[in-house]
């Protein structure tokens, strides 16, 4: 079965420290994209890739990096420049070809410790 | 920029009818996405309006008018399993990356 993957489902950030948060998917999507997910607040863009070796700051870059080496796969680092990291993470994707809805993995939950 | 508003939280009773408004700004319009999403879940599709007029889907339809920069869920006989939050989302003129609402988090009372 095709769909978009996030591991791992929880996640603790030591002060400091740098994280790695991991999505795969097997759709065959030209876009990715990662948003940030605070509580009572709707989901803010991070970083977004329309295709592979290219990707662009979205509104709250700041403290993450990303890379696209692979069509498949759209890691984000949360940097310790990132002072308040404790959010629920989603990566996306989406057919820029025949679709504008996005299909979203599982999510990540970074905390600090 | 983009400015979506919607209401933070409804609640309705089991078997009812509920509608969630969506309002919205935007500088070119791609169409309106409804998003649902259960608590610590990822949020799954349910409709995508570029059209002026309601769309039906079951007991969930969605509405939309251009001209008015609105849409509404319309979900209908009411579930315990609907006690989700509803995100609304535009995406933005030339670039298509969907900017989102805060959500509207909607409580089923038996």
């Known amino acids: 079965d095709g769909g978009i993957t996030q591991s791992p489902k929880y996640l603790f950030r030591k002060e400091g420290q740098n994280v790695t948060l991991s999505c795969e998917q097997n759709l065959n999507h030209d876009a990715m994209y990662w948003y940030r997910q605070d509580p009572g607040q709707g989901l803010r863009l991070i970083y977004y890739s329309q295709i592979v070796n290219d990707f662009q700051k979205g509104d709250i870059a700041e403290g993450y990096s990303v890379s696209r080496e692979k069509k498949e796969s759209f890691p984000l680092t949360v940097t310790s420049a990132q002072k308040n990291p404790t959010a629920f993470y989603l990566c996306?994707?989406?057919?820029?070809?025949?679709?504008?809805?996005?299909?979203f993995g599982s999510g990540t939950q970074l905390s600090v410790l | 920029g983009q400015n979506i508003d919607q209401p933070t939280e409804m609640t309705a009773t089991e078997g009812a009818i509920v509608q969630i408004n969506c309002t919205y700004q935007t500088s070119g319009f791609n169409g309106l996405f409804w998003y649902q999403q259960h608590a610590g879940e990822a949020p799954t599709f349910l409709s995508y309006n570029v059209l002026d007029g309601l769309e039906e889907k079951g007991r969930f339809s969605s509405f939309l008018s251009r001209s008015k920069g609105y849409s509404y869920l319309l979900l209908k006989e009411l579930q315990m399993k609907d006690s989700a939050s509803y995100l609304c989302?535009?995406?933005?003129?030339?670039?298509?990356?969907?900017?989102f609402g805060r959500g509207t988090s909607l409580i089923v009372h038996p």
């Open positions: 996306a994707s989406r057919d820029r070809g025949t679709s504008e809805k996005l299909f």
């Open positions: 989302a535009v995406p933005s003129g030339g670039s298509y990356i969907p900017t």
